[in-house]
C-alpha cells in the first residue's frame, strides 16, 4: 500500500522528485541546444513556481484528504494553479492591470492562508513516503516521451537563418496566444473583427507566463509548454492512479497506459492515442486539467473532500472545458454512468455525484454558447462512417460503406483497440471496488471517447481527440487495474505474462510488418493473436482464475502496447525554400517583430498572402498565420481558415473549409488591390477601417508604388514594412 502513517520530507522525497526533475533538465537542454532560449525560459519557469505552483499546491491541499504525497502535492498543484492563471490573464486583460496577472494567483493564495478553515487544511495535509522505486519507474514514461519528443522539438524552429518551416497550425496557435496576451475581447487575429469561437483557455494560461515572466510568446508556446508538459503530464496520470486506488504500483503502471503501452490506434494515425500532442497545445493542457478533474470528482463522491472544494471543481471544469473542446463531454458522459450506478448501488452518495453532474452539463452549457458560439466546429454526427472510412483498406473491406461493411469494420477496430485496456474492467469485477463509483466514472469517460469517435466525421479527423482526451481516465483505470490484479496474482506471474507479451508482438511486428501503421496483414495477425494470447494464457492457468485473468492481461496489454509504441516524434527539420508551404523567413520574422516593437496593440496590419503555398493554385488553402503570430497583432485580412464561419460554411462532411473562398470578395480586393494597385483612396479606406501597417510578404504580389502612399519603415531581402498615416 502506498498510504503510511508515518511522515516524510522534501530531503526525504529527493529519489522520487529527482528523476523528473532530471528528465525535465535534460529535455530542456535538448530542445534549446540550437536556440539559445535559456533565459526565456528560465524566467517562465519561476513564474511558474511562483505565480502557478505555489498558490496551485495550497488551493490542492486544502481540497485533498489528510494524508498524501510530496510528489501529489506538486503534480496536482500545478494543475490547480495551471487553472489558476487562465482567469488570472483575463482580469489582467479586462483591467489593463498587466500586474493581475501575477497577483490574482496570489491573493488566492494569501486567502487560503488568511480564512481559519483553509489555513487549518492546509497545515494539517500530510505527507507520506512512497516507495524509493516509484520516482524512477513513475519517470519512464516520461522519459519515452522525452525520446520522442526531441525531434519534434528541433523541428519546429524558434531560430534561424534563410528559409524555415514550422507545424503548420503553429503559427495560429501563437497568433492566438498573442491575442490573448494583448487584446479584450478576443477575435480571430488572422481576421480582424471576427468574434474568436475556440477553445482558447490554454493560450491563455501560455499568455499568462509571458505576461508575468517578460519571456518571448515563441519561446513559451515552442519550447517551454511542450517541455513542460510532456513530463508534467506521465507523472500527473501516475499520481491521480496513486491518490484513487491507494496502491503506488499504480502510478507507474498508468504512466506507462498512457505514454508507452497506450491503446492501440483505431487506424489514420499511431501517434493520436496518447494524452499530450506536442503540436497541439490545447489538447496538452487539457488532459492535464482533466486529470485534475477525475481526482476531485472522486474524492468528492468518497466524502474526502471539504464541501469548499465544489468551488475548486467548478473552476477546473471552466477552464479545462475552454482548453479542450472534448474535455466535459467525455467527463459528463462518465458523470452520467456513475450516478446511475450510486443511484442503485449506494443511495448516500447519489446527491454529490449529481450536483457534480449537473454542475458539469451545466458549465457545458454556458462554454458552448459563450467560448465556442454555440457551432458544433465542423463536426458531424454519421454514424460508423468515421472509422469505417479511416480502416476499409485496413481491413481488406473495400471502399464500399453500406451499413454492414461500417458495422463490421468498427467491431473489429474497436476491438483491437480495447484489449490493452481490458485492466479497467477488471475493476468491475472486484467485489472492493465494485461499488466504488471512481471505476465508473473512468469506464463512462472511455467508452464516451470511443462512442464519438465511432459517431461523429470531421473534415480533419478532429473526432480523434475525443479519445485522446479520454487516454488519462483509461491509464488511470489500466493502472488500476493492474495494480489490483498485481495483488491477486502476484508480480512473478504478471512479469512472466507481460515478457510473453513483448515477444509475441515482436513475433507480429517481424511477421506482419507495422499493423499500427496500416498494414493489412500486420492489422489482422495483431487482432489474431490478442485473441490467441488471451485464449492460451487463460487455458494454460485455468487452475487459477484470478492469476489466469491477470496473466491474460498483462499479456495483452504488453503485446498490444509494443505494437502501438510508434516514435511519433520522428520528424526531422526539413530543407525550406520560398516556395515551401507554411515556410517563413528569419528576415520576415524579424519584419514582423519590428511591427510588434513599434505598434499598439490595436493597431490592424494587413497582409498580401493569405494562402499557405506561394504557388498560383485553383484553390487557397487560407491556413497562412504568420504575419499574425509574429507582429502578435490582429491582420484585417490573412488566412481565414479555422474561424467559425469558414467551419459552417461547408454544406457536407466531404468539403474543407480550409479551402473555401473567404466570404468578404469587396474586403479582399480592397486588400489585394492596395497591393498591386495602390491608389489613395484606397490607403485612406484602409486607414478608416483601422489599418497602420502594411506588411508585404515579396512571396506573393505586390508593387513598389506602396511607398507612395505609406512611408517606409524595414526593409529586408523578404519583407518590407510600411506604415500607413491619415490625411
Known amino acids: 500500500m502506498a498510504r503510511e502513517t508515518r511522515g516524510t ?83 489582467a486583460l479586462v483591467t489593463g492591470l498587466a500586474a493581475a496577472a501575477a497577483a490574482a494567483p496570489l491573493l488566492v493564495a494569501g486567502a487560503l492562508l488568511a480564512v481559519p478553515g483553509t489555513r487549518a487544511r492546509v497545515r494539517a495535509a500530510r505527507w507520506a513516503p512512497l516507495p524509493a522505486w516509484w520516482g524512477t519507474l513513475a519517470v519512464v ?47 480571430y487575429p488572422q481576421v480582424a473583427g471576427e468574434p474568436l469561437e475556440y477553445h482558447w483557455f490554454a493560450h491563455a494560461w501560455m499568455a499568462q507566463l509571458g505576461t508575468v515572466s517578460g519571456a518571448s510568446l515563441d519561446q513559451v ?19 491521480v492512479a496513486v491518490r ?46 482533466l486529470a485534475a478533474l477525475l481526482a476531485l470528482l472522486v474524492l468528492r463522491w468518497r466524502g474526502e473532500a471539504p464541501r469548499g472544494s465544489l468551488f475548486v471543481l467548478l473552476l477546473l471544469l471552466v477552464v479545462g472545458g475552454g482548453a479542450k473542446g472534448t474535455v466535459l463531454p467525455v467527463l459528463l458522459a462518465g458523470c452520467l454512468v456513475a450516478t446511475v450506478v450510486v443511484a442503485v448501488v449506494d443511495r448516500s452518495r447519489l446527491r454529490t455525484v449529481a450536483l457534480d453532474t449537473v454542475l458539469t452539463g451545466a458549465v457545458l452549457l454556458v462554454l458552448m454558447r459563450l ?22 483498406t485496413r481491413f481488406g473491406l473495400g471502399d464500399d460503406l453500406t451499413l454492414g461493411t461500417g458495422l463490421a469494420i468498427t467491431a473489429l477496430s474497436l476491438l483491437v483497440a480495447v484489449v ?61 487495474g493492474l495494480a489490483r490484479l498485481w495483488q491477486r496474482a502476484g508480480w512473478r506471474l504478471l512479469a512472466g505474462a507481460a515478457v510473453l507479451g513483448a515477444a509475441v508482438a515482436l513475433a507480429v511486428r517481424l511477421a506482419g510488418g507495422d499493423g499500427a501503421a496500416g498494414s493489412l496483414t500486420g492489422s489482422w495477425v495483431q487482432l489474431l493473436v490478442f485473441l490467441a494470447v488471451v485464449g492460451l494464457v487463460a487455458a494454460v492457468l485455468l487452475r487459477g482464475r484470478g492469476a489466469a485473468l491477470a496473466a491474460a492481461v498483462a499479456a495483452t496489454a504488453c503485446a ?46 494587413m497582409s498580401n498572402r493569405h494562402c499557405r503555398s506561394p504557388r498560383r493554385q485553383a484553390t487557397c488553402d487560407a ?99 510600411y506604415e500607413l498615416s491619415g490625411g
Open 9 to 91: 520530507s522534501v530531503v526525504r522525497e529527493l529519489p522520487t522528485l529527482l528523476p523528473t526533475l532530471l528528465a525535465v533538465g535534460v529535455l530542456l537542454v535538448l530542445a534549446i541546444a540550437d536556440d539559445g532560449a535559456a533565459g526565456d525560459l528560465l524566467l517562465a519557469f519561476l513564474t511558474l513556481l511562483g505565480t502557478q505552483v505555489l498558490p496551485g499546491v495550497l488551493v490542492w491541499r486544502a481540497v485533498r484528504p489528510r494524508d498524501g504525497w510530496l510528489v501529489e502535492d506538486l503534480a496536482l498543484g500545478l494543475c490547480c494553479g495551471a487553472a489558476l492563471a487562465v482567469p488570472a490573464q483575463l482580469l
Open 141 to 187: 514514461p516520461a522519459v519515452a516521451a522525452v525520446w520522442v519528443s526531441v525531434p519534434v522539438l528541433r523541428s519546429t524552429s524558434v531560430s534561424w537563418d534563410g528559409w524555415g518551416a514550422s507545424y503548420v497550425d503553429q503559427p495560429y496557435h501563437l497568433a492566438l496566444v498573442g491575442e490573448v496576451t494583448h487584446r479584450w475581447p478576443p477575435h
Open 221 to 239: 508556446l515552442l519550447r517551454f509548454a511542450p517541455v513542460l508538459l510532456t513530463v508534467a503530464l506521465p507523472l500527473v496520470v501516475a499520481v
Open 244 to 289: 484513487l486506488s491507494g496502491l503506488a504500483v499504480a502510478g507507474p503502471l498508468a504512466a506507462g497506459f498512457a505514454f508507452v503501452a497506450h491503446s492501440l490506434d483505431l487506424g489514420a494515425f499511431p501517434e493520436a492515442w496518447t494524452p499530450f500532442a506536442l503540436h497541439s497545445p490545447t489538447q496538452s493542457f487539457g488532459s492535464l486539467v
Open 371 to 392: 467560448v465556442f458560439g454555440g457551432g458544433e466546429g465542423g463536426m458531424v454526427l454519421t454514424p460508423f462512417t468515421s472509422l469505417a472510412r479511416v480502416n476499409a
Open 420 to 480: 490493452p485496456v481490458v485492466a479497467l474492467f477488471a475493476l468491475l469485477g472486484d467485489r472492493a471496488t465494485r461499488t466504488d463509483p471512481g471505476p465508473w466514472l473512468l469506464l463512462g469517460t472511455a467508452v464516451a471517447a470511443y462512442g464519438a469517435f465511432v459517431a461523429f466525421r470531421h473534415y480533419g479527423l478532429s473526432q480523434l481527440y475525443f479519445v485522446m482526451t479520454a487516454e488519462v481516465a483509461v491509464a488511470v483505470g489500466a493502472g488500476w
Open 560 to 605: 498490444a502496447g509494443a505494437l502501438s509504441v510508434d516514435p511519433y516524434g520522428r520528424s526531422t527539420p526539413s530543407e525550406a525554400t520560398a516556395r515551401t508551404p507554411s515556410a517563413f523567413a528569419s528576415d520576415q520574422v524579424e519584419a514582423a517583430r519590428y511591427v510588434r516593437d513599434h505598434s499598439d496593440p490595436d493597431e490592424l496590419v
Open 623 to 721: 491556413r497562412r498565420f504568420f504575419v499574425a503570430a509574429y507582429t502578435e497583432r490582429s491582420v484585417l485580412l490573412e488566412g481565414w481558415a479555422y474561424t467559425m464561419r469558414a467551419n459552417t460554411s461547408v454544406e457536407s462532411p466531404d468539403e474543407n473549409p480550409r479551402t473555401v473562398p473567404f466570404w468578404d470578395p469587396e474586403l479582399l480586393e480592397l486588400n489585394d488591390g492596395f497591393y498591386t494597385d495602390p491608389t489613395r483612396q484606397a490607403a485612406e479606406e484602409l486607414y478608416e477601417r483601422g489599418v497602420r501597417w502594411v506588411f508585404v510578404d515579396h512571396t506573393a504580389p505586390y508593387d513598389e508604388a506602396i511607398g507612395d502612399h505609406a512611408v517606409e519603415r524595414f526593409r529586408s531581402a523578404n519583407a518590407t514594412v
